[in-house]
């Protein structure tokens, strides 16, 4: 559905942020970004023939309009780079040598291909129509295509309806696990306050990401110089650094990222509350708006067509127009870039009874914008009331019919109960981490709880410490790194030693998981005397026991006695 940082690129989380409670303000870090990690949704890169220099003019007027121009002059090395981004976009430029473009063809990561050639003589009509040749109308197109692809990349969660709510000792699915962090996200924003300086730092570090880009630190100087609060939608609805690097660090989950982005979040929910105050009569004539969308089909089918009923959030703040056309081309638009993806309009139903200020949303009209365009808080819940296919003249479009619900609707609370607890948010580490690894994001986990280790705060905590050396012991196990795993669950089991008795029942998970991983490393005598040690454990308890436990050590039990008795 759209782009997330590369394979090689983890989240550097200051972990104090998550040691705060409610009363006090968040301490923003100072961080210098890694030369290699894209903050942005796309990449440009430009391609040209390794025996021409002509296009190095034009190559160094385009650095200094766009952001991030990455250089080429080899194919291979090229299409090798490619494949290394897993989830940024690509627009590619190719000169000199683009009747070889069909290789590029096959490539997910590719969002739009240019073919930019000044001397191009007009007698090649295979390529005629594809043909830029000045570098003004290459960065014109540029900026139109970014703009649509920027708009089309809001990142959507979804959640089915439960009549159980959702326990965070249980295994999540990925939809499940997504749909949590976005609102566990809102959640730890409305309880913490942020630090005066945290604009300052935020600005920092933007001036480092972009050191390069004159066209960008200007619009950062400018940022620094004039904003204000009662600013904040105006940046957010400008196609700038702010609204880019918001939207990327959303989509990949990129916490640190996103705190440093915390006061503005912050300010822009503050600004949202007093506009819907200030337009309250406008508002009223509004009850429908739309916003269009293309995804995969596949991605389609699994997350909204399969989910009628469902809740669905932008995890962005989402703007919606009041003018249905203006949804509609922007659809015809993407589609004619993307013929194969599946054009979605979402009609919007706004009950203005539901209105929430944890949860605003407004009309987006002031002294400064003036727009008929409704802009709702990131995260924002919708209920799924219909999916239906239509058609746009000859285009299918699939018309997804979305309904405001209340934010203590009692379906919505049986999911996102667990993301509103006292106990979860005087620990959200820990469960920000366990997100993380149900979302299947393993390296970004790992990283995350990493980084916890290092909080004096959780080294003083015992509970809290064993807890993520058990998370990051579920990490090594899943990637086979059995070694890392028992040096983790040996130091969870010592950290546990340190608030529980010996015989204390809340240890058998540990002994269980340290047998399983010796079982791993075949080395069956160990992984035996931790199973006995977890039964034993079980039958001093005085607790009723869970029976399908018991029935699964004495399984492991006689299996890793039959190993040692075939490896005798």
Not at 406 to 435: F, M, W
Request: include cysteine.
């Amino acid at each position: 559905m759209g782009c997330s940082s590369t394979k090689n690129v983890t989240s550097d989380v200051i972990s104090k942020h998550f040691s705060l409670n409610n009363e006090e303000p968040l301490l923003m870090t100072k961080t210098i970004p890694q030369s290699t990690r894209h903050l942005e949704n796309y990449l440009i890169i430009w391609l040209y023939d390794e025996t021409s220099n002509k296009f190095e003019n034009e190559i160094k007027q385009l650095q200094k309009l766009v952001h991030g121009v990455k250089i080429f002059n080899n194919i291979d090395a090229c299409i090798s780079f490619i494949d290394d981004i897993e989830d940024e976009k690509i627009f590619l430029i190719i000169s000199g040598i683009y009747r070889t473009f069909e290789r590029f063809q096959h490539l997910s990561q590719l969002e739009k291909l240019y073919i930019f050639d000044p001397s191009h003589k007009q007698n090649d009509e295979k390529y005629q129509n594809d043909i830029i040749q000045n570098i003004d109308n290459l960065y014109k197109q540029l900026q139109e295509d970014i703009k649509l692809c920027e708009m089309d990349f809001t990142p959507i969660t979804i959640v089915s309806i439960s009549l159980e709510e959702i326990s965070w000792s249980s295994k999540l699915t990925k939809q499940q696990a997504s749909f949590l962090f976005a609102q566990m996200m809102k959640e730890i924003f409305a309880r913490v306050k942020f630090d005066s300086c945290s604009k300052d730092v935020f600005i920092d570090f933007c001036r480092l990401h972009y050191m390069n880009n004159n066209e960008q630190l200007n619009i950062i100087d400018e940022f620094a110089k004039n904003y204000r609060p009662n600013k904040a939608l105006w940046w957010l609805t400008n196609q700038c650094f702010l609204s880019k690097i918001l939207n990327h660090a959303q989509r990949t989950h990129e916490i640190d990222i996103i705190y440093k982005l915390g006061f503005f979040i912050k300010q822009a929910n503050i600004q949202l509350n007093h506009l819907h105050d200030e337009n309250a009569l406008l508002m009223e004539t509004i009850s429908i708006v739309y916003r269009g969308k293309t995804m995969s089909s596949i991605e389609f089918d699994t997350t909204i067509k399969n989910n009628c009923g469902g809740f669905l959030a932008f995890t962005n703040f989402l703007i919606a127009t009041t003018n249905k056309k203006v949804a509609i081309d922007f659809i015809d638009r993407r589609l004619a870039m993307h013929p194969n993806m599946t054009g979605i309009l979402f009609e919007i139903d706004i009950d203005q009874t539901v209105f929430n200020e944890k949860n605003p949303f407004a009309l987006i009209k002031d002294t400064d914008m003036n727009k008929n365009e409704i802009c709702f808080y990131m995260s924002t819940v919708f209920r799924i009331e219909s999916v239906e296919q239509t058609m746009n003249d000859t285009k299918i479009i699939w018309f997804v019919k979305l309904k405001l619900i209340d934010d203590n609707n009692q379906q919505l609370l049986h999911i996102v109960a667990s993301t509103r607890n006292e106990d979860i948010h005087s620990n959200p580490g820990y469960c920000l981490g366990k997100l993380f690894m149900d979302m299947g994001e393993y390296k970004r986990a790992e990283q995350f709880l990493l980084d916890l280790l290092q909080d004096s705060t959780v080294q003083s905590q015992p509970r809290r410490l064993a807890r993520v050396h058990n998370g990051l012991a579920a990490i090594y196990t899943y990637n086979n790194k059995y070694v890392k795993a028992l040096d983790h669950y040996q130091l969870a089991l010592e950290t546990s030693l340190t608030y529980l008795p010996s015989n204390h029942p809340d240890l058998v998970p540990i002994y269980k998981a340290i047998g399983d991983t010796y079982l791993n490393q075949k080395d069956y005598i160990h992984a035996l005397e931790n199973y006995e040690k977890a039964i034993e454990l079980l039958k001093q308890g005085t607790s009723q026991v869970n029976t399908e436990i018991i029935t699964n050590l004495h399984i492991c039990i006689n299996k890793t006695k039959q190993l040692i008795e075939s490896n005798k």
